[in-house]
């Protein structure tokens, strides 16, 4: 986070940052003042592209293109760092042809985006010294997201912006603790530390934690929707998580809710899932807990229990205690630190991460041990794989295309005064004050068109279902293109959006849906 204030150029892809992450946006301005350049690429005009010094207006679902086009002007126009390529990288040759006919002028007919626009923001990443970029769902919700990261992987390894201060690909990580959700293996293919369960030193190292395991790979969210539908999951534990606002696919998500046997779940306030739970497990808020968050620069800090769990909710490491308890399993926790004491002998990231270590300032992963000082900045000298792999990302359509039946791209996200999907802050009257509602934003050419007025209610309608919300008419989103906050149950925009997914993660489309838009009747 502090990098960003000392960049002396900032790419901003797929990320409404002042909006979404608006400590990050402050490190921006900060930037700004020190007289850094904005690059922004987006299909609609947020704040920052007012304090930019470029725009570039992408059509939804074609970051990639964009990406590779500007691979194809640093190597034709011989911008990169070739030292770094030499000595740090391999597979450049197969890279380098893959992007020979990714010109800008091929790329503008796929993203809209002027081809001297793609060649500006390729010559000034490309000769800044310390260019860094930053990205959110914005580029990973789309059927191209892995395809793009690692285009975005390409690009800082070819300038040689890795693995030095202001530098790098950044992903600003939504939620306070999504960065150690991951870490602890809230996904489905690893164990914690990004451990595969496949190595034979991480059996070895989880079986002496916790005895004879089975190492399987689990399944991701909409596998596990899909299993609910076919009837072979016949259980399941949402926590703190809200899927039927949330998820893709409203309709489906809602029918699967209804036909799992049995279902928990466990937050803090009631949600629109929660009228589905058989069992709710009130858990408690950060107020009433001890344990750590790791935030969006891998930084492991110490929250501290400032009163006890009011009425029947309990801690979330407690709750899941008990049921391994309760199931048979020879497990009995006693608070978060020894919790991190076993964190410490499994996952080496963390292996010198210890509560005693963090009382006053967080350390950074990785940090293996008890006498190290944590890392600030990752891939410093040498990548943890050894060289960095230049990877071949060719450009293909998947899912949602405009029709004459949908002739709208449907793209959502935040606004500022409302969080996801409203659990905590609708509760709150003066930030509900201020967005009550939902809403479309639709650009003016397009709302004359079909005779939109501002604030009229209007019907949008994609192959899942449909929702009625107020027209907001502004020259501020590319014409073609409508744009939905997915806060509210009202209006919830992900009752639009489907199943098109990344064929390599799996993660679904959110940001680029087909669409048709009227007046409502």
């Not at 796929?110 to 800044?128: E, Q």
């Not at 802050?425 to 009550?436: C, I, M």
């Not at 809403?439 to 009625?468: P, Y």
């Not at 939905?484 to 199943?499: C, K, M, W, Y």
Request: glycine share 6%; aromatic share 8%; proline share 6%.
């Amino acid at each position: 986070m502090n990098d960003i204030s000392d960049a002396e150029l900032i790419m901003v892809i797929g990320s409404n940052t002042t909006e979404q992450h608006p400590l990050a946006s402050t490190r921006i301005f900060e930037a700004l003042e020190k007289g850094a350049e904005l690059y922004v690429i987006d299909p609609r005009m947020i704040r920052l592209t007012d304090f930019s010094h470029g725009h570039a207006i992408i059509e939804p679902g074609t970051n990639l293109p964009m990406i590779n086009a500007m691979i194809h002007v640093i190597i034709e126009e011989n911008l990169m760092d070739e030292e770094f390529i030499r000595n740090r990288t391999e597979n450049f040759e197969e890279m380098k042809a893959s992007v020979v006919d990714c010109t800008p002028e091929w790329a503008e007919a796929i993203t809209h985006v002027p081809a001297d626009t793609i060649r500006l923001f390729a010559r000034k990443y490309a000769t800044t010294d310390k260019a860094m970029i930053l990205f959110t769902m914005g580029v990973t919700q789309q059927t191209t997201g892995v395809k793009s990261i690692r285009a975005l992987g390409n690009l800082a390894m070819l300038t040689g912006h890795v693995g030095r201060p202001s530098t790098g690909i950044n992903p600003l990580r939504g939620q306070n603790n999504v960065q150690g959700a991951g870490d602890m293996a809230t996904l489905p293919d690893y164990l914690p530390g990004y451990q595969r369960p496949e190595w034979p030193e991480t059996k070895d190292r989880f079986t002496k934690a916790w005895g004879d395991i089975s190492c399987l790979r689990g399944n991701t969210i909409i596998d596990m929707f899909n299993l609910m539908e076919e009837g072979k999951m016949k259980a399941a534990i949402i926590v703190g998580e809200n899927p039927v606002l949330s998820d893709p696919d409203q309709l489906h998500t809602m029918h699967c809710l209804e036909k799992i046997p049995f279902l928990v779940v466990q937050d803090i306030f009631m949600t629109e899932t929660s009228q589905y739970a058989d069992v709710i497990l009130p858990a408690a808020s950060f107020l009433e807990r001890d344990g750590t968050y790791t935030n969006t620069d891998r930084r492991v800090q110490l929250i501290r229990k400032v009163i006890e769990p009011v009425g029947n909710c309990r801690p979330d490491w407690w709750i899941i205690n008990e049921l391994m308890k309760r199931i048979g399993m020879d497990v009995d926790y006693k608070s978060p630190s020894e919790i991190m004491d076993e964190i410490n002998e499994t996952t080496n990231i963390y292996g010198g991460i210890t509560h005693e270590r963090i009382q006053e300032v967080g350390l950074q992963w990785p940090c293996p041990t008890k006498d190290h000082p944590g890392t600030p900045i990752l891939h410093v000298g040498e990548f943890i794989r050894g060289k960095g792999l230049f990877t071949v990302n060719d450009f293909e359509r998947i899912g949602d295309q405009r029709s004459e039946e949908f002739p709208f791209f449907l793209t959502t996200g935040r606004v500022t005064h409302q969080y996801h999907t409203g659990t905590m802050t609708r509760k709150v009257w003066t930030l509900d004050r201020e967005y009550p509602h939902g809403f479309v934003e639709i650009n003016t050419k397009d709302a004359e068109d079909l005779g939109i007025k501002m604030h009229q209610e209007v019907r949008i309608t994609s192959a899942r279902g449909s929702i009625t919300a107020p027209a907001m008419v502004t020259d501020r989103i590319k014409e073609k293109t409508v744009f939905v906050p997915f806060h509210f149950a009202e209006s919830p925009a992900n009752r639009l959006t489907g199943q098109n997914l990344d064929p390599i993660i799996k993660i679904p489309a959110l940001k680029v849906s087909a669409v048709r838009i009227e007046v409502a009747q």
